[in-house]
């Protein structure tokens, strides 16, 4: 079974700031449930954006390595895995760590998003 760890950028509608999504690579995110976790509507954002606040590719966005720290939400189904991997800066390119590793990397909040 593969274990990826897709990384997908968010703007969050009212405050305007980008949220980082680390989902297990079979969930689709349920934006509604993250919204409310949030408390504020999402947008999805355009190329330009998701450069700009992670200076990465979209399809090649690594959970770490960006410009500033991104608010990072932390699928909790990555947990089933002793092993995952997450893009690492281009779209054919990944490493390996495990999904406690990527909490502390990334000071993400771990939650269900599907």
Not at 2 to 16: E, T
Not at 63 to 90: C, M, N, S
Not at 101 to 109: D, I, R
């Amino acid at each position: 079974m593969v274990q990826i760890a897709k990384s997908l950028v968010f703007r969050c509608q009212n405050s305007g700031a980008p949220l980082l999504v680390i989902a297990s690579g079979v969930n689709r995110v349920n934006e509604s449930r993250v919204a409310e976790w949030l408390q504020e509507p999402l947008e999805k954002p355009d190329a330009n954006f998701v450069r700009e606040h992670t200076g990465f590719v979209i399809g090649g966005v690594p959970p770490i390595g960006h410009p500033a720290r991104l608010k990072t939400l932390i699928d909790e189904d990555l947990f089933q895995y002793d092993v995952i991997w997450a893009a690492a800066g281009h779209p054919k390119a990944v490493f390996q760590l495990t999904p406690q590793a990527l909490v502390e990397m990334t000071n993400g909040h771990v939650l269900s998003v599907k």
